[in-house]
């Protein structure tokens, strides 16, 4: 089972400026290069053929200037947002198949009910009135009656229940199955689509986008719409841990004696963010963190193991750290959303706490 610790709320009026400048240039950076790699493999799919004779990490490292653990990052993050694109697409494939089943399924019954109306309409003309058998219909003499919920229809004579009845049911139910018909051929026509289309993504979301066109005032301030915009592209990154870094991130290092995270950018410099605290589940970051440290052989540990009936899996725990920024006329709301599979410790540790346990409980035994 994977665990999301969140760490306290860090405004930015408590932050240095350079390191709020320093921020805002990695987050343009890297989510530049994650739409580039994203739309590279969308480009390489539709087309069928390789854009570039070197892979798309070194691509993004020569690019953008990245180094490898930004570049791994956003091919990560771009391989990943693709697969998870292809798999809603059998998702969606899935449903259609179910819709369509349940199309058909009503076309039967109604073409069903049609036919047994035209079979009435037969006899009426014929000049005597046959009723389908197992029908609600009461026929007394001359007059047919037809018992409903809150009311009974009656009608004279053949004539009036075939001209204020039949059809009028004759003709409703012929538009219910064009209806049908017609969103039954749609439906396929989305299947379809869903087999042969290769989907691609708006980054920053598709109803933002729209709403250049649709929003009154961002029609009058298109400068401002950029900027929401702008922002919402670059609001977070996630970097991706690593089993045999000391604490489990290349580029981030969080210090459990003060509490302090350290950062390292692009360009190599090092910064410090101050009081990095959790609320919930501070104790086992620490404890996940100084197993890391003082383990030795890491990969090792980390590796799933089977110990009798005690299996240890990997648990990754995201440390997400959130910048609220002031004034508003910044270009990004979250500075920082990092660390996504920071430490892949907790339950190595648990599981050799259990292992301890057991092999205590043996001893005793």
């Not at 530049?32 to 087309?47: D, I, N, P």
């Not at 690593?242 to 410099?269: C, M, P, W």
């Not at 990004?332 to 920071?342: D, H, P």
Request: proline share 2%; aromatic share 10%; glycine share 4%.
């Amino acid at each position: 089972m994977k665990k999301t610790y969140f760490s306290k709320r860090i405004y930015k009026n408590e932050l240095s400026c350079y390191l709020i400048h320093e921020l805002n240039g990695v987050l343009q950076t890297f989510n530049h290069a994650k739409r580039f790699a994203f739309h590279t493999l969308v480009r390489e799919k539709r087309w069928d053929r390789q854009l570039n004779k070197e892979s798309l990490h070194q691509v993004l490292k020569k690019k953008f200037g990245l180094n490898d653990y930004y570049a791994n990052s956003a091919r990560q993050e771009a391989a990943a947002l693709f697969t998870a694109l292809a798999e809603l697409q059998k998702l969606y494939t899935k449903q259609t198949d179910e819709k369509i089943k349940d199309i058909k399924k009503k076309l039967k019954k109604e073409r069903t009910k049609l036919t047994k109306f035209f079979r009435v309409k037969d006899s009426l003309i014929k000049g005597k009135l046959h009723l389908p058998k197992n029908s609600p219909f009461l026929k007394i003499n001359n007059i047919i009656a037809l018992p409903l919920k809150n009311e009974t229809q009656i009608w004279l004579n053949d004539y009036l229940f075939e001209h204020q009845y039949l059809d009028v049911q004759i003709k409703h139910t012929k538009s219910r199955i064009g209806r049908l018909v017609f969103r039954l051929y749609r439906l396929e026509e989305r299947k379809q689509k869903y087999k042969t289309h290769i989907p691609s993504c708006v980054f920053g979301g598709k109803k933002l986008f729209k709403s250049q066109f649709t929003i009154e005032e961002y029609q009058r301030n298109h400068e401002k719409w950029q900027e929401i915009f702008h922002q919402a592209r670059t609001k977070q990154m996630m970097i991706s841990g690593r089993k045999d870094a000391k604490s489990g991130n290349f580029v981030f290092q969080y210090n459990i004696e003060n509490q302090a995270l350290h950062f390292t950018s692009i360009r190599g410099k090092a910064f410090t963010i101050p009081f990095v605290l959790f609320p919930y589940g501070q104790e086992i970051i620490n404890n996940v963190i100084l197993t890391q440290q003082t383990c030795k052989n890491k990969k090792k540990l980390m590796a799933n193991q089977s110990l009798g009936q005690l299996k240890i899996t990997e648990t990754t725990i995201l440390l997400n750290v959130w910048l609220r920024l002031y004034p508003t006329h910044m270009l990004i709301s979250v500075l920082l959303m990092a660390l996504s599979a920071w430490i892949v410790m907790l339950t190595t540790l648990l599981g050799l706490t259990s292992q301890m346990t057991a092999t205590t409980l043996k001893a005793e035994n």
